[in-house]
């Protein structure tokens, strides 16, 4: 199925490239094996979108990339009559100065974090739980909590290398088949190592390395 959708999106690539527009799709994303919270939630789907500025060329840095990939895995879990809407959602962010000003929080130029805009929508919807919808029943709820931090310097990753990413993060058994076909494994070696090999050249420089790691220069 993941197959299937990439190839539905190979003519917008195509076009994209061509145009020095933004790299933009969403596939669906097997589901993860393990340690699902609540217990005996029931997966439905997975699926992961991004955003990958497709202009860049031999003489780009990796200040010129732009990589974000939004992953989010969906369920429910069965309670007396009826059941709870989950989602759990992932994201690989590349931070853009909004007005010429530095975030207030540390934020990588490449960063990892859990939740994100879509995570705040569905949050943001009526019903969520534990929030002001949850009636009082005698006894303490415990819930989960999730804060934004911390934002964690990651290498940036095209659709290829964040797709793979997500392979690797869900079903380890699928993922190490596929590494071991060569036709997929160079392909995922060259998109890595042309990302990586500008990435480790901005993180010789101390200017570029503070902005690459978070701390920002005012």
Known sequence: MIADAIAGLHGSFQGASR????????????????????????????????????????DSTIEDVFSEIQVCVRGKLPIDGGFATLEDHWRI???VKQNGNSPKESHPLFHFQ???HAQDAFAGTPGFAPGPDLKISGFEWRGL?????????????CPSTAINFA??????????????????????DRCQNRLWVMYADALLDEKRRRILLGHFIH
């Open 19 to 58: 145009n020095g527009k933004m790299l933009a799709g969403m596939v669906p994303m097997v589901l993860p094996r393990q340690g699902i919270h609540p217990p005996k939630t029931e997966l439905l789907n997975a699926s992961i979108s991004f955003r990958f500025g497709s202009s860049i060329s031999d």
């Open 93 to 95: 962010d590349t931070q």
């Open 114 to 116: 859990r939740g994100g």
């Open 145 to 157: 909590m999730q804060s934004p931090s911390p934002r964690i310097p990651v290498v940036p990753m």
């Open 167 to 188: 392979l690797a993060q869900h079903d380890g058994a699928v993922w190490r088949k596929l590494m071991n076909d060569p036709e997929y494994s160079n392909v995922i």
